[in-house]
């Protein structure tokens, strides 16, 4: 394990648990049908817990994950050659720790939710010390807030997953992953949180920084972990109103990553927090140009596919330390 540079609070943890307690104090218990399909049971989803589950990985993982996110198409970039080359150590993207507990957490038939209408809206994780490139970790996972945003407006649920070192017991990383579930509003909870969106600042960005993904980036990048066959089958991409398999939006999640790297000196180990709003899909093979700024400790970015015009990262933001 190497070495951790500096304890990170845990305000995060508590900001959570004040959104959980609010959560459970805002709406009774209830539940609901839409046809035959069980609708969201609230606040009952917020005692739903997977726990104890183990997970390890080596550094072929971690490296296989680097290649998946687009590092090392130029073999002698060395920036990009020290994740996905062994010697001696490889060092590893910090987002990486979005696949390592992979098949862990509250699965959506669990929540009463349409899963076809389900989007992944959001994807948060803290970082409380640099993801080692061998390890093992217990994830413990439970759904931590809902927020309703009307009958016909759909609901947001947000489950978080922690994973904790299983050579000490302390936290190494906390996922919060905000679901859209465009089908199922109206359950009578709390119409949504206080805190607004990360604000982009009023000014030119700092850097603008262009990476091209390969057309068969989805399929490489589906080895860590999501089979999700919208990725790969043209035919359920088709059906699903694409023209072909889409990207990951958790492989665009770790591009916007690699481009906060290249403003921290390369350095995984001062990246604490890493967070985004998914807006739109990448095609494979498309180049995305990501934007920052950064004010202090914090880098603030949105992503966009210039050939289309969309932007497909909103409200970046993440934290050195």
């Not at 969201?40 to 971690?62: C, Q």
């Not at 507990?101 to 010390?129: C, N, P």
């Not at 066959?229 to 023209?243: C, I, K, N, S, W």
């Not at 958790?250 to 927090?273: K, M, Q, S």
Request: glycine content about 10%; charged content about 25%; proline content about 8%.
């Amino acid at each position: 394990m190497p070495p951790v540079r500096r304890q990170r609070p845990e305000i995060a943890d508590i900001r959570i648990g004040r959104v959980a307690a609010a959560c459970r104090t805002q709406a009774c218990d209830k539940t609901m049908k839409k046809g035959d399909m069980m609708a969201i049971n609230y606040p009952g989803m917020l005692d739903l817990r997977d726990d104890g589950r183990r997970f390890a990985w080596t550094d072929r993982e971690a490296m296989l994950y680097a290649v998946g996110i687009g590092m090392g198409q130029d073999p002698t970039d060395p920036a990009d050659l020290a994740y996905v080359f062994e010697q001696p150590t490889p060092l590893v993207v910090p987002t990486f720790a979005a696949v390592i507990s992979w098949g862990a957490g509250i699965k959506a038939d669990q929540l009463g939710v349409d899963y076809t209408r389900m989007l992944h809206g959001e994807e948060d994780i803290v970082f409380h010390r640099p993801i080692p490139a061998h390890g093992t970790v217990t994830a413990d996972s439970g759904v931590i807030a809902a927020y309703d945003k009307g009958e016909g407006k759909g609901a947001l649920i947000v489950r978080e997953t922690v994973l904790r070192d299983t050579a000490d017991g302390a936290p190494l990383a906390t996922i919060h992953r905000t679901a859209f579930a465009r089908a199922d509003g109206g359950f009578g909870g709390p119409s949504g949180p206080a805190t607004p969106p990360h604000a982009m600042p009023d000014r030119a960005p700092d850097r603008v920084l262009a990476f091209e993904t390969r057309p068969e980036q989805a399929l490489l990048y589906r080895l860590s972990g999501d089979r999700n066959p919208l990725h790969a089958d043209p035919a359920v991409a088709a059906r699903a109103g694409f023209a072909r398999p889409i990207l990951h939006g958790l492989c665009t999640y770790g591009i916007t990553c690699r481009a906060v790297l290249a403003v921290a000196g390369n350095d995984p180990a001062l990246i604490r927090r890493h967070a985004v709003r998914f807006s739109s899909p990448v095609l494979p093979g498309e180049t995305i140009e990501v934007r920052l700024w950064r004010d202090d400790n914090v880098v603030s970015f949105e992503a966009d596919v210039p050939a289309r015009g969309v932007t497909v990262i909103k409200n970046g933001r993440s934290e050195l330390g």
